[in-house]
């Protein structure tokens, strides 16, 4: 799993002109579900993400928790992460889970952050959605979860 997490004041997605889903401070996270993906995967990306101290302390240092500061999650599908470019100019999905897996992975991670987030808000899987967000910095980082599995 591939995960871009930005660090936000507020985020929120549309679909069809409609709020889906929105939050405050916290995390919009983009969730890749790779082919090889499984939920051995969730737990250690989901729990490395929840545990950065990105936030700003008292001194201005990046030192708190999404818990120590009370935020929330906005969780969107995002299989474009495992885009492949490199032959030609067309991207190719080949290293992107397929459909009805990646599906039931992504709704297991959001289960399992809702566990442990008090918000925890998402898109649609597949659907064409609109993402808006303010990037608090901004603070972006990307992790993979083949990094900790």
């Known amino acids: 799993m591939k995960a871009v997490i930005q660090r936000v004041t507020s985020a929120s997605v549309e679909i069809d002109g409609e709020v889906a889903g929105q ?13 090889e ?11 490395k993400i929840l545990k950065l101290r ?15 500061v009370g ?14 470019c490199s032959h030609g100019n067309r ?4 290293k992107a889970g397929k459909p009805d897996t990646a599906n039931a992975l992504y709704e297991a991670f959001l289960a399992y952050c809702r566990t442990r ?9 597949g659907a064409d959605m609109k993402v808006s967000l303010v990037n608090d ?13």
Request: proline residues 4%.
């Open 137 to 149: 910095g901004p603070f972006t980082i990307c992790l993979d979860s083949s990094d900790f599995v």
């Open 117 to 125: 987030v008090g918000t925890v808000e998402c898109g649609r899987f």
């Open 91 to 94: 991207p190719n999905f080949l």
């Open 71 to 84: 935020g929330g999650l906005l969780i969107i599908s995002q299989f474009t992460l495992y885009a492949d």
């Open 37 to 47: 993906d499984t939920e051995a995967d969730i737990a250690p990306l989901a729990d």
């Open 54 to 68: 990105i936030f700003a302390d008292e001194q201005g240092k990046t030192n708190r928790s999404l818990a120590d």
């Open 23 to 35: 939050i405050g401070t916290g995390y919009l996270i983009l969730l890749g579900i790779g082919a």
